[in-house]
């Protein structure tokens, strides 16, 4: 069967987790990564293997002559490398959040379409390992019909949040409901409403955000609602991260580490009723689990290759991480305009740039990028330290 060829734009943390899991497929070569840092490049390639290195994409393009180009970089490089490398008509994936605005995300599909090649969004939950089990178990009607799903991230600061982990939670989401069609939001930064001087720059490069605490009303099709959290902890906890689907006959959790399914619509914890029962998670049968590749990662590296062998779009495609953005631009827009947000927009300019230039302002003071130091300097200008 046909092998394929992925070349790695970025070697830090994602790339080398996505590079681990692409080497260890057994039809997926990895014949050249590229970054600006030397040790980052010569360490992932002597743990991987691979000798064809670049300081250079368009030239490990060239030389290389993938199938796919992974593009797992900071969000504000999504947009400039995407387009670049799609002038190679080469297929891409892109770290997420797919971009920063909606503008963004338009062209790169559009250069995509116009280049006859596909655009994945690195959502590897969706594809991943848990979220199989959920929709197998969804599929064979353990909790019935689908009538709501409640999401919330680790506590990070809201807005920030959204951009982060939100695009995963709404990933899962639309997954189990589809598209969102219509949506509400509420944004809080100290204790009040958001204001446009609230609107910042995000930590590592996201784009422009709001909202320390956000609650979001999601309506999708056939009567389902989602209800999205993303509330600042004191202390980021990766066990609150996760989402809940609410059956008309049962229920289902995942959170880290692991999925849960009820056999009733409300938990009532005895032995008549039913108690929470542990589902294991879906693994191809050539993942090795003790070797170095992350199972999501390597779900997402195996859903490459069925979607290029079939001719299809990857499930986690740049449809579907455009939409996700659109579900989070929709946010920032209810939330600053007080309204209910229908989708997709029609507007597709960053809704909170829109909003601080509607009220005489320009752009926000730069902030650092690292997020613990991002997050003094906020809570330097909401007035709660003094350096």
């Known amino acids: 069967m046909k092998s394929y060829r992925v070349a790695m734009l970025g070697c830090r943390s994602r790339g080398t987790s996505a590079a681990r899991a692409y080497h260890a497929h057994p039809r997926i070569q990895v014949v050249g990564l590229c970054d600006l840092v030397q040790e980052r490049l ?25 199938d796919l180009v992974a593009i797992p970089t900071g969000t504000e490089f999504h947009y400039p490398l995407a387009m670049r490398v799609l002038e190679h008509g080469v297929n891409i994936e892109v770290e997420k959040p797919m971009c920063t605005d909606l503008a963004e995300a338009d062209e790169v599909l559009a250069k995509a379409q116009a280049q006859g090649v596909r655009v994945a969004v690195h959502h590897q ?13 969804y599929a064979e009607g353990r909790i019935g019909k689908l009538r709501y799903i409640y999401a919330s991230d680790k506590g990070y600061y809201g807005g920030y949040g959204l951009m982060n982990i939100g695009v995963h939670l709404l990933n899962y989401v639309i997954k189990f ?12 930064t100290a204790g009040h409403l958001i ?37 600042r902890f004191p202390v980021v906890d990766s066990t609150a991260s996760g989402i809940q689907l609410f059956g008309t006959e049962g229920r289902m959790i995942w959170r880290s580490p692991g999925i849960w399914w009820l056999p009733t619509p409300h938990f009532l914890p005895d032995e008549e009723h039913g108690n929470w029962q542990a589902l294991e998670e879906e693994a191809p049968d050539h993942y090795d689990p003790n070797g170095p590749a992350n199972l999501d990662d390597y779900w997402f590296a195996e859903e490459w290759v069925r979607a290029l062998d079939e001719g299809r779009d990857h499930e986690a495609s740049g449809i579907e991480g455009r939409h996700v953005m659109e579900i989070m631009m929709g946010v920032f827009e209810s939330a600053a305009y007080g309204t209910r947000i229908h989708l997709p927009q029609t507007q597709r300019d960053h809704p909170l740039v829109r909003w601080r230039r509607e009220h005489g302002l320009g752009d926000p003071a730069p902030m650092p990028r690292p997020y613990y130091d991002w997050l003094a300097a906020e809570d330097h200008r909401l007035g709660r330290t003094t350096s």
Do not use: K, W, Y
């Open 42 to 66: 010569d360490t992932l390639g002597d743990e991987l293997g691979v000798s064809t290195r670049f300081a250079d994409l368009d030239e490990m393009i060239r030389q290389t002559q993938p």
């Open 125 to 137: 939950g969706r594809v991943g390992g848990s979220m199989r089990t959920m929709a197998r178990a």
């Open 177 to 188: 409901a589809g598209h969102c069609r219509s949506l509400t939001a509420t944004a809080l």
């Open 195 to 231: 204001t446009p001087e609230d609107v910042i720059p995000s930590a590592n490069g996201m784009g422009t955000i709001a909202g320390e605490n956000i609650t979001a009303t999601l309506q999708h099709d056939d009567n389902v609602t989602t209800n999205l959290l993303l509330h």
